[in-house]
C-alpha cells in the first residue's frame, strides 16, 4: 500500500503562484510514476503532469505546459507541482496519485484508471 498526502492549496489571484506538494509512504518503492490531476465542479477529473521515475521523466497536459513544472525526489517520497501564471480555469481539487506500472508512452500516464493510489486532494482557487 501506498499513501498519499498532499498540501500547499489556497486561494490565489490570476497571475499568482503557488506549490503544491505531495508526501508518499508506505511502499513508495513499488511506485513507477507519480502525478497531478484536478476536477473542477462539474467537470471530470483531468490530468495535470507525471513524473515517471525511470529516468525522471515528465508528461504535461497541454493546457499546463509552460506553467507548471513537476519534480521529485530520487527516493519517491514525494513529487511537487510548481504552478505559476494561474487563471481562474485552473480553480479545482487537485489530486496525487500514484501508479506502480511502466507504460512505453506517456499518453498512458493520462487516464485515471492507470493509478492505483490517491491522496484526499487539496483546493486550489484562483480569483479573477
Known amino acids: 500500500q501506498v499513501r498519499l498526502v498532499e498540501s500547499g492549496g489556497g486561494l490565489v489571484q490570476t497571475g499568482e503562484s503557488l506549490r503544491l506538494s505531495c508526501a508518499a509512504s508506505?511502499?513508495?518503492?513499488?511506485?513507477?510514476?507519480m502525478g497531478w490531476f484536478r476536477q473542477a465542479p462539474g467537470k471530470e477529473r483531468e490530468f495535470v503532469a507525471t513524473?515517471?521515475?525511470?529516468?525522471?521523466?515528465?508528461y504535461y497536459a497541454d493546457s499546463v505546459k509552460g506553467r507548471f513544472t513537476i519534480s521529485g525526489v530520487n527516493d519517491k517520497s514525494a513529487v511537487s507541482l510548481q504552478m505559476n501564471s494561474l487563471s481562474p480555469e485552473d480553480t479545482a481539487v487537485y489530486y496525487c496519485?500514484?501508479?506502480?506500472?511502466?507504460?512505453?508512452?506517456?499518453?498512458?500516464?493520462?487516464?485515471?484508471?492507470?493509478?492505483?493510489?490517491w491522496g484526499q486532494g487539496t483546493q486550489v482557487t484562483v480569483s479573477s
Open positions: 496519485a500514484a501508479t506502480t506500472l511502466y507504460y512505453p508512452h506517456g499518453n498512458y500516464y493520462q487516464a485515471p484508471v492507470k493509478y492505483g493510489y
Open positions: 508506505g511502499r513508495t518503492f513499488t511506485t513507477a510514476a
Open positions: 513524473i515517471a521515475w525511470r529516468g525522471n521523466a515528465t
